[in-house]
Nanobody, 119 residues
Framework: QVQFVESGGGLVQPGGSLRLSCAAP????????MGWFRQSPGKAREMVAT???????NYADFVKGRFTISRDIAKNTVYLQMNNLSPEDAAVYYC?????????????WGQGTQVTVSS
């Protein structure tokens, strides 16, 4: 089982930007469809963006035009560029394979990275 490590979160003002990174030390996941997900207090985890093994992307409506998911094959890393952040984007962000999410494998989730949007 691949264990992901998310990074890049932090505190940003409304309208600001962050770039999140997702890596899996010791594992390669370039052939997997991947996704970024987020969870805020009291809410269920929700899909933010996905990217297929061949690069096809899909976004939740609430991030379209603001967020961009990408992957660097050489670096074995998936990114989430987040622009024009709003307080509603504050959450813990996670990455995972789509396959693990579809299997409802709760053990597949990493620690996530906290994003706080506040002035």
């Amino acid at each position: 089982q691949v264990q992901f490590v998310e990074s890049g979160g932090g505190l940003v003002q409304p309208g600001g930007s962050l770039r999140l990174s997702c890596a899996a030390p010791g594992s390669r996941f370039n052939t997997y469809a991947m996704g970024w997900f987020r969870q805020s207090p009291g809410k269920a985890r929700e899909m933010v963006a996905t990217i297929g093994a061949l690069g096809r992307t899909n976004y939740a409506d609430f991030v379209k035009g603001r967020f961009t998911i990408s992957r660097d094959i050489a670096k074995n890393t998936v990114y989430l560029q987040m622009n024009n952040l709003s307080p509603e984007d504050a959450a813990v962000y996670y990455c995972n394979t789509i396959a693990a999410v579809q299997k409802n494998d709760d053990t597949s989730w990493g620690q996530g990275t906290q994003v706080t949007v506040s002035s």
